[in-house]
Every structure is written in C-alpha cells, then in structure tokens.
C-alpha cells in the first residue's frame, strides 16, 4: 500500500533506473543528545530531514504538510502552533513518557535487549547529507532486526493502525533504515493505553529510493527559498496564514494565467454545488425532524439519528456589562488580532 501511495504522489519515480545495491558504511553521528536541550536539538534538526520529517516532507503526514515542514526548516515557524511536551493534555507529553515504558514491554515480550541511541545520525553518503535521523532505541546483537520504534496511540490515533503501521509510519522507519543502513526495524505500539502490538518492517530499496527522490525535491525547496505548492490540508490553510498574515491592500491580475484562471472557476462550481448540496442536507434533515417530533432517537435499517437537548449553560453577557460599567473596557482591554478574509465575487 505504501509503495502504491508514492506512484501516485510523483509519476516521474517510475523512471528511477535499477541500481546495484551496495554495502552502505554506518551512519556518522552527527551530534550527541546528551545534554542536548530541546531548543539546541531542533536547530540540529533544521540542518536536514529527519526520520519524523520523511512523511511530511514526501506529502504524506496526515498532521503535517509540505509547507508547514518547509516554514520550519527555513525558519519561518516562530508563530505556529507547536506541540508543548510540558503539557500532560498534550499527546508528545505522553509519548514522552510512555516511551520508556514501551520499550521494556517490548523487551519482555520478545526478549531481546534494546538500548537508547543518544544522537542525531547522518547518511553517510555526502550526497545525502541532508538525511537525519533519531531513534528511539538499537536491537542490541540481533541478525534478524535491529531497530525498535516505539508508538503511543489514543483512541482516536488508534484508529490509523486498523490495517497495520499507517504509511507515515512506515516513512519514518524506512527513513531510518535508509540512514543507518539497517535492515530491519520493528515498530512497537501502545493503543489506548492497554493493547501492544509490534509489528516488523524490513527494509524495501525501491521505497528507500523513491523515498530519497522525493524528499531531494522537498530539500531542493529549502535549500532554494522557493516554497512547496499547497495540498488543501488544514496544515497548509494554518501555514498560510502566517507565512502571509497581512495583505498589503494591492490587487494582482491573474486574468493571463489559465491555470489561476481554471482553479478560480472551479472553485466557483465548486461553490455552487456546496450551496446547493447544503439546501438538499437542510430539506431532508427537516423532513426527519418534522417526523420525529418529541423522539430522541429515530432508526433506519442503515443506522440512526438523534435529536436531544442539550443541558443549559450559563454565560457572561460581555454586552449588557460593558453598557452598564463602560470603563471596563479601558480597564482591561484585550487586542485580538485581525485575520485574513478569502472572500469570492463572480
């Protein structure tokens, strides 16, 4: 499935020529993490790919985009969100901290040693560079793997692992494998807290190979200050928004160019057909409605609705305040940002 995935992403990997495949050298140890802290490591990081870039970088992180990836690895990145590993409601908190822990179950599930691995690594190939890459943990003497990857997954991230290692996963490892030169990796998961599973990945050249195309493009972007093109993922609307926060109160004639021309007027059928697909949602809602009366709950022989009142909730009424004690508002004023409106007249 991940191989079809990247013909689909880029046609012109089918003309990759066979290559004879040679004993790669170790990976170089670019860095130790020893000590490192987390400002000092992602700078390190911006220094190439990473094996938790490799997805987004090929277009294929469900979480991240090409864009947003390019923002941070040109420095662009200072005003988007980013996950805060202090924060116990934030998953990377507990993936932090389950990660040890997961590693150990692993271990006495399968009974092989495993030990961390305290540096950022480097392909070995000067051409690759750019190539990076963290492991959680080395399979220590082990012919048949020698990698572990270890996962945490709630119940909504659990639902990507129904059919095996999700594709972005499987970027990542094969990223990995592809620096280091290893042949195989096993991939340890921790679903909602209570199932582990662990599943082998072995190493695949011609995923290696369309994967270096692929991310050489992405790293083609930075190296170049050119950014990628969009994907319509809400990565890219939020990376957008601050690569562009304000407009400069110009206007751009786009009436030459055929292709911004052709996606202007299918973003207008496109408009169209929303709005009427909208009101056909309404009517037939209503129609529902309008039978189910006072019922909370209706059934049909391909499933179910309901209709229930939600509890009461008690507000403040910011209005009705600031009318009867004005100076509030000088006493603790509070400035939100304007944002950037796409609006469409035909």
């Known amino acids: 499935m991940l191989w079809w995935a990247f013909l689909c992403l880029e046609e012109n990997t089918m003309g990759m020529s066979e290559k004879v495949i040679q004993k790669q050298r170790p990976a170089l140890r670019l ?13 390190v990081r911006k220094q190439g790919i990473g094996s938790s870039d490799a997805a987004a970088a090929v277009g294929m992180n469900p979480y991240q985009s090409q864009l947003e990836l ?19 409601t934030s998953p990377v908190y507990w993936g932090h901290i389950l990660e040890p822990i997961v590693a150990e ?26 190539m990076l890459a963290n492991l959680d943990y080395s399979v220590v003497a082990n012919d048949d793997v020698q990698i572990l990857e270890c996962k945490t997954a709630g119940e909504f991230g659990s639902r990507l692992w129904k059919e095996g290692v999700p594709d972005y996963i499987q970027c990542q490892v094969q990223h990995q494998l ?19 599973k662990i599943y082998r990945i072995e190493r695949n050249e011609e995923l290696i190979e369309a994967l270096y195309v692929l991310e050489r493009q992405f790293w083609d972007f930075v190296e170049t200050d050119t950014p ?9 609307e939020r990376a957008l928004r601050h690569l562009y926060p304000v407009d400069r109160g110009e206007t751009r004639d786009f009436s030459q160019s055929k292709e911004l021309s052709d996606a202007f007027d299918e973003l207008l059928a496109i408009r169209s057909e929303m709005e009427a697909l909208s009101s056909t949602e309404s009517h037939l809602k209503q129609r529902i409605e309008s039978q189910m ?31 009867d004690q004005p100076g509030l508002l000088e006493q603790y004023p509070l ?12």
Request: charged letters at 25%; proline letters at 6%; a positive charge.
């Open 228 to 236: 990628p093109p969009v994907d319509g993922t809400d990565s890219s």
């Open 31 to 43: 860095v130790s993490t020893k000590g490192l802290s987390r400002d000092e490591w992602l700078k």
């Open 105 to 130: 179950q692993y271990s006495q599930q399968t009974g092989r040693k495993v030990r961390r691995v305290n540096a950022v690594l480097q392909h070995s190939d000067p051409e690759k560079h750019w």
């Open 293 to 323: 009366g006072e019922a909370s709950k209706a059934t049909f022989p391909s499933g179910s609705v309901s209709w229930k009142r939600s509890k009461d909730s008690v507000g403040l009424n910011v209005k009705q305040l600031l009318k």
């Open 335 to 346: 400035t939100k940002p304007g944002s950037r409106r796409f609006l469409i007249q035909a």
């Open 70 to 88: 390019w923002m941070v690895k040109t420095g662009r990145d200072a005003g988007l969100p980013k996950p805060d590993s202090d924060d116990p």
């Open 178 to 196: 592809a620096v280091t030169g290893k042949q195989a990796a096993d991939v340890c998961v921790l679903l909602c807290g209570q199932e582990l």
